[in-house]
C-alpha cells in the first residue's frame, strides 16, 4: 500500500468518524442510563437528554428497567444496551461507601462497553475526593460535574418541605454566602458532557452568577410569593438532633452534621465560570428562579 493510498484511507475514516461522531475509543451516543431519575437532578437531566434527541432510560427502584444503587443485582439489565451513564449517588457523593459504589458500577459499565461516564459531585467537599478518584481511576471516558447548592433545595425536597411545614428556615448555614446553582444549568452541562468528546477526562467547578446567604435567599423568596419566611441559623449539633427527633437514622443525622459543619463554613463563597467554560453561557441566576416559582405558586402559604 502506498503512502498516497494509507493517506486516503486515513482521510476517509476521519470523514467517516466525524459523520457518526466515532472515534477509534468512542461511539456516537444514543442511549443513556440515567440514576436517580426522579431526584433533583436525574429528573431534569432525563429531560433535558430527551429534548436533545437521546434514548433515556429512568433509573430508579420503580422503573420498568429498575435500578437500585443499593441492590447490585439490579445493574446488569439496567446497562443493557446503553452508550453512557449519568451517576447522582441516592444519599450523598462523600457519604460512606460512596467510592466503593462508584468504583464498582464503572467497572460494571465498562464490562458492558458502556465507557462514557458522567458524575454528579459536590463542590468543595472533602468527602467526595475518594468517589471522584474511583471514576478517574477506572479507565471510562468521565467527567464530573462539582455543583454549588441547589436552588431548587427552596422549591422541593426536604428543605422546602420545613419552609412550607413551619412557614420559617431552621438551618445550620449561619450567614455563610453561597453561590446556588440552578438544576437546569447542571442538566445541560451533563448532557453536553453525555454527548460530546471535548469533556471527557474534565472536571467542571460550577456555580451561579451571585453569592448570597440562606437569609438573603428567603427573604427574596418571601418577598416574590407576598409573605414573610423567618430564616433562623441554627448549630450544626442542634440540627442534627432534630433530624434524629423526626425518625433519621443516627449515622445518616451524623454524617448530615459533619457534611454541614464542613460545606457550611464560608470556603465555598466564591462565584466561578464553569458554565461558561462547560456551555459557553451564563449561568441562570437566583431572580430567574424565584420569579418562576413565585408565578407557579411554589411558596404559597
Do not use: C
Not at 107 to 113: C, D, P, S
Not at 256 to 283: I, K, Y
Request: overall charge negative; hydrophobic content about 40%.
Amino acid at each position: 500500500m502506498t503512502q498516497q493510498t494509507q493517506n486516503q484511507q486515513a482521510e476517509k475514516q476521519q470523514t467517516e468518524n466525524q459523520q457518526t461522531g466515532r472515534t477509534d475509543h468512542h461511539r456516537r451516543i444514543r442511549t443513556v442510563l440515567v440514576t436517580q431519575a426522579t431526584g433533583k437532578t436525574g429528573r431534569v437531566v432525563a429531560e433535558a437528554a430527551e429534548r436533545a434527541g437521546l434514548d433515556v432510560r429512568r433509573g430508579s427502584r420503580s422503573a420498568a428497567v429498575p435500578f437500585d444503587w443499593t441492590d447490585r443485582s439490579t445493574w446488569d439489565a439496567a446497562l443493557d444496551g446503553v452508550d453512557a451513564v449519568y451517576l447522582a449517588h441516592y444519599f450523598d457523593i462523600g457519604a460512606p461507601g460512596t467510592a466503593e459504589d462508584v468504583a464498582a458500577l464503572a467497572a460494571k459499565a465498562l464490562e458492558k462497553g458502556v465507557r462514557r461516564l458522567v458524575l454528579l459531585s459536590a463542590r468543595g467537599e472533602p468527602q467526595a475526593a475518594p468517589a471522584e478518584r474511583a471514576l478517574r481511576d477506572s479507565g471510562a471516558d468521565w467527567t464530573i460535574v462539582q455543583a454549588a447548592w441547589f436552588m431548587q433545595n427552596f422549591s422541593e425536597g426536604e428543605m422546602y418541605g420545613g419552609m412550607q411545614a413551619t412557614g420559617e428556615l431552621a438551618f445550620p448555614a449561619g450567614e455563610t454566602l453561597e453561590p446556588f446553582i440552578d438544576t437546569r444549568d447542571i442538566a445541560d452541562i451533563v448532557v453536553a458532557a453525555l454527548t460530546d468528546e471535548a469533556h471527557i477526562g474534565k472536571a467542571y467547578d460550577v456555580t451561579g452568577p451571585r453569592l448570597l446567604s440562606f437569609r438573603t435567599a428567603v427573604e427574596e423568596i418571601g418577598a416574590a410569593a407576598g409573605r414573610e419566611i423567618p430564616y433562623i441559623p441554627v448549630p450544626a449539633q442542634a440540627y442534627g438532633e432534630i433530624l434524629t427527633e423526626i425518625g433519621t437514622p443516627g449515622p445518616v443525622a451524623e454524617f448530615l452534621v459533619e457534611l454541614f459543619e464542613t460545606m457550611l463554613d464560608g470556603h465555598n463563597a466564591s462565584v466561578t465560570d464553569g458554565v461558561r467554560q462547560a456551555l459557553g453561557r451564563a449561568p441562570r441566576t437566583f431572580e430567574e428562579f424565584v420569579r418562576e416559582h413565585a408565578s407557579a405558586g411554589t411558596w404559597k402559604a
